[in-house]
Structure formats: C-alpha cells, structure tokens
C-alpha cells in the first residue's frame, strides 16, 4: 500500500523538475515523457488488469489528438471544451472493437493492431479534415479560463495535473467493483461469468475507458507538440506504449509511469553516444525483461530479497542462496 | 413442497454422443440434492446445463418459476444461481477475501463512474462488500486467510474459498460439483457440516459427489444418473437399496467372494 506521504513526495519531486532542469528542450521532453505515462496507464488497465492484449492504443491517442487540433483550429473550440471531445470521441470509436472484444489473447492483439493500421490509413488518406501526409500546423497552445500555457514549463504542469488525475482515477478503479470484475475476468472467464460478470460488457467497458484515457492523452499531445501528422500514430506507437507497460511492470500503476519514463528519457539520455543509442536501449530493454519479469516495478522486491538472503562471504563463498528461483 | 429446479426432457448432445438425455428431475426449495452416478454419467454436463456454461440441445429449465430459456450464466447468477467447480476455478492472483468480494458481483451495482467519484452509495456499497465477504470467509472458516492469495492455499481451504464465494451472495440454489474431491476423512467429516448449515442459512444445493458417505449424510434426495440417462431418484435409503445403482457402479454379474462360492458349493453338494 502506498502512503499518502510517498505520493505527496513523488508529486513534489514531478513538481521540482522543470524548475532544476531549466533548458526547455529537456522541459518539453519531460512533458512528451508525463503524455507517455498517460497512454502506458490507460494501456495497464487494459493489460495488466484486464489481461486484454491490445496494439490500438496509438490509434485512439491519434483520433484524440485530431478531434482536439481539428476542434480548435478549424472551429475555433476553446481547447477545455476539445480536450473532453478528444477524450469522448476516442471512447465512443472504441465500441468498433466491441464485436472483436472477446478474442483470445494473440488474435485480439493482432485484430486491434489492424484496427490501428485502418485509422493510420484514414487520417493519412482523409485530407479534408486531417491534412493528410501534410498534418496540421500551428495547433493553438492550450487555454484555460483565459490563461494561456505559453512556456514550456506551463504546458509541463497542465500535462502533470492530467497525469496525476488520471492515475488517481484508475487507482480508483482498480480498487472497485469494476476493477475487480476486470482481475477476475483475468484469471478465470468461466468463473468470472458464473459470479455474474458479463465478459463483453466488461471488455467492451475496459476498452472505452483505456480510449478515453488514449485519446486525451492525443489531446495533450497535440497541443504540446503543436503539429500532427499521421506517422506519429502508427502501430508503432501502440508497441512503444506496450513495452513502457512491460517494461514499467505489468499490473502495476506506478511501474506504467516510470516505464513510460524510461523508455521516453533513455534514448536521449543515450543521444550522445551516437549511433549506437538505438542498439544499447534495446539491449537494456533485454537485459530488464531477462532480470525481472515484473519489469522495473518487479526489481526491487528482487533486489530487496537479494540484500536479505546476502551472507557476508565466509570461506570465500559468496552468494549462492541468492539465485533467482524463477 | 415447490420445486425451486425443475428440468423437462433435458438433454446435451455433443457430435454423436449424448452426455445427458432427456433428464426430468426436480430440486425441491430447501433441499440438498444429491446427483450421483459412475464417471461419465453426464453429472457435470447437467450442472453445466444449469448454470448456462452450455447450452442444451433439447429441453427446458426451469428455475423458480422461470423458463432459463438460453439465459447466459451472468444473468443466470443474477437471477440466483451460483456454483463451485469440479477443478478449482479460483481468482489464483487474487487474496481470499477479494475471490469472494467477486462472488458478490451480481448482488451489488456500482460502475466506473461513480466509483471514479466515489459516490456515498459506492462507499456505502464497498464498505457493505467488504463485510459480507469477511462474514463468508468466517463461515466457512476461513476469516484467519482472508488476505492470503488464493493460489497459495492448502487445497481444502481452496474448496472452502470456492464454496464462500457461491455462498457470499446468498443465493436461492448453490450448484456444487464435487466439493469434497480430494478432502481427508476430517475434511469430508466438516464438509458434511458445513452443508447443513449453507442449508439452515436457506440456501438450496444440488450437489455431485462420488464420497458417498458424504451424498448419504448430507443429502434430502438423490437422483442416480448412468450414461446420460436418469436410473432412479428418492430418499438416501431407497437409494442405497436400488438394485439398479448397485449395478451401475458394481457391474451385473453376480459377485461372490470366495467363502460364499464354497459355501454354494458344499449347500449344492449337501443337497444331492
């Protein structure tokens, strides 16, 4: 159980950042970094709780982003208003997949990757409202209540204040009826359905509620970037959310957030040793999944376990009791 | 006396083989009903039958005083139908008391949004949860466990969690197949105990067992079921005395130990 106290601290810390880092190139990555941990923790309730593969993430975080851009650019929309139709129309276009829901595992995660692939095609091809391969310039910053997130430290905190809320509300989740229903689906479907539980109806839930948190996450990110194209919401970026989960460790909200961190920062982090940064981030990526199955939420019970059983060496012995017994 | 469970030429035909064939039988309110029969005999596919995890291929349900049609298993619970498995089907992730605050699923109502703004019927309703699952862990005499991952519990104790988790709602019929499968003598001994009292509570049960000193002691009424077809129904001791169940499980043909067959043979020889 986490302490209120550990939130209070971790949020203070999330607080300090920008203002230690003043460079707004790094300012304007940790913003991209809190959008990731968005799309990881509505990704989590789908995967870690509700067991459902899904590779459409990037989709609805795209339809999100284009409702929003398109909502202020064309239409002149304030962006609060926009933001809570991007959130809308990406959970109201999640009940396409209801007919699908019910697929086992590896099929639902290839149906929901062709779902992706169909919305890449219709936001490239469909150029009246999407601008197609030319994108959408100059999405306008974000409003509230007429004041204007200009700095990149501002769009930081708004993007912050939606993070925090939504991590909130799926811990709200988790610890419900409906986050339980889900767990239970999980484990057992037959057990689940003689419990009571209808398995589309919970499916199809889980999935409008990840959309949503997709597609205000596009919403953030439109804004905050300021110009859309198609290619950043690709199947790619489906699979890149899917390893900030796995990687952050499956089932655990705080770990969807530091995965998503993680997989954000590490790369330019490793920008200075060229070339090479691709190729050293995927093999850190491999050396995490081979030490910890439960991703880096996984590793500190292992490390504490390793410090508990640690003898000091006698006779030169080390620690043998300490190998991984999974 | 009104049959709370009333089948009606029930049948399930997989392909070519017919695993229940137009079955009548009905489970009076308040009774614990025993089904018994050799392994084969189509007891599970009938409970699966009941609880709508198959459907049928002939004939009706009828549960208190409605026709089960082809009503899914939700709303079959819902309606006050819950189960236990013949293979332990637990939540294993999930601790004891939370693998019975799920067995609630049917009797409760709040949903995402107000448990996102936690409404004072949603707080209401978890706090009401949590006390009816603890008060179903501590009758079957589990409360001690209650934060223990199911997976990680002795297998009786499993049993037992799956029987709280039927029970937590208080259901009108509890469909349970074979509860006491892989229990010791004591554990049977309690078993026999516990569906009493699941029965005292006003529950109704209809229970497929192969521990006969189980079926024999818990039971009201008991129906024999043999390749899918009904053999017999009445009380415990008409059961016990059916020349028709003996043959089921024992076979036909007459068997003799060894002293009656000498025996037969000295009384033939006597008698020349």
């Known amino acids: 159980m986490q302490s209120t106290a550990v939130r209070v601290f971790v949020l203070a810390v999330f607080a300090v950042v920008p203002f230690i880092q003043t460079n707004t190139y790094w300012q304007h990555v940790f913003g991209v970094a809190l959008i990731g941990a968005i799309l990881a923790l509505g990704l989590q309730l789908l995967i870690g709780m509700a067991g459902l593969l899904s590779l459409g993430q990037g989709a609805f975080y795209g339809i999100g982003a284009y409702v929003s851009a398109v909502l202020t650019l064309r239409f002149g929309m304030p962006f609060t208003l926009a933001f809570l139709a991007a959130g809308l129309v990406a959970a109201l276009s999640s009940l396409l997949l209801v007919p699908i829901v019910k697929l086992p595992g590896s099929s639902l995660a290839v149906a929901t990757l062709g779902f992706n692939i169909i919305m890449y095609l219709i936001m490239l091809n469909e150029d009246w409202a999407t601008g197609g391969s030319y994108g959408l310039l100059n999405v306008p910053l974000p409003r509230i209540f007429g004041f204007e997130f200009t700095t990149e430290r501002d769009l930081y905190f708004l993007i912050l204040a939606v993070a925090v809320l939504v991590y909130l509300a799926l811990d709200r989740l988790t610890h419900s009826r409906f986050g339980r229903a889900l767990k239970a689906i999980s484990q057992d479907e037959d057990a689940a359905r003689a419990c009571g539980i209808s398995i589309i109806h919970y499916k199809s839930k889980c999935f409008l509620v990840a959309a949503f948190t997709a597609g205000i996450a596009g919403s953030l990110y439109a804004h905050h970037a300021r110009y859309l194209n198609p290619n950043d919401f690709t199947f790619n970026k489906s699979i890149e959310i899917l390893i900030m989960v796995v990687v952050g460790g499956l089932g655990s909200l705080p770990g969807a957030v530091i995965g998503a961190i993680v997989i954000v920062l590490m790369p330019e982090i490793l920008r200075s040793s060229g070339e090479l940064r691709l190729i050293l981030f995927g093999a850190l990526v491999v050396v995490l999944m081979g030490v910890s199955r439960g991703g880096i939420a996984g590793l500190a019970p292992i490390l504490v376990d390793r410090m508990s059983r640690y003898r000091p060496p006698a006779g030169g012995k080390g620690v043998e009791s300490g190998e991984l017994k999974r | ?272």
């Open chain 2, 1 to 272: 006396m009104t049959a709370l469970l009333r089948t009606d030429q029930l049948s399930c035909r997989f392909g070519g083989l017919v695993a229940v064939s137009s079955v009548d039988l009905s489970v009076e309110a308040g009774h614990v009903h025993g089904l018994i029969g050799p392994n084969g005999a189509g007891k599970t596919t009938f409970l699966n039958l009941i609880s709508g995890h198959i459907r049928q291929t002939g004939g009706t349900i009828n549960f208190d005083g409605q026709d089960l049609g082809s009503m899914p298993p939700d709303l079959r619970a819902a309606a006050g139908i819950r189960r236990t498995f013949q293979n332990l089907r637990l939540f294993r992730e999930m601790t004891a008391i939370e693998n019975v605050m799920v067995g609630l699923h049917a009797n409760t109502r709040s949903e995402v949004f107000s448990s996102l703004i936690r409404t004072s019927a949603q707080r209401w309703e978890e706090k009401d949860i949590a006390e009816r699952a603890r008060a179903a862990l501590d009758f079957v005499g589990l409360l001690g466990s209650a934060n223990t991952v199911a997976g990680s519990l002795s297998y009786g104790h499993q049993r037992l969690l799956e029987i709280a988790r039927a029970f937590v709602g208080k259901p009108k019929l509890i469909l349970a197949d074979e509860p006491a499968a892989g229990l010791n003598g004591t554990e049977a001994g309690q078993l026999v105990g516990l569906i009493r009292r699941i029965q005292a509570a006003g529950v109704t049960m209809m229970l497929v067992e192969h521990h006969m000193e189980v079926v024999m002691r818990a039971c009201d009424r008991i129906t024999v079921l043999n390749y899918g077809k009904k053999l017999a129904d009445g009380s415990p001791a008409d059961i016990r005395d059916h020349s028709g169940v003996i043959e089921a499980y024992l076979g036909t043909k007459p068997v003799y130990t060894r002293s009656e067959h000498h025996r037969t043979a000295e009384a033939r020889h006597a008698a020349h």
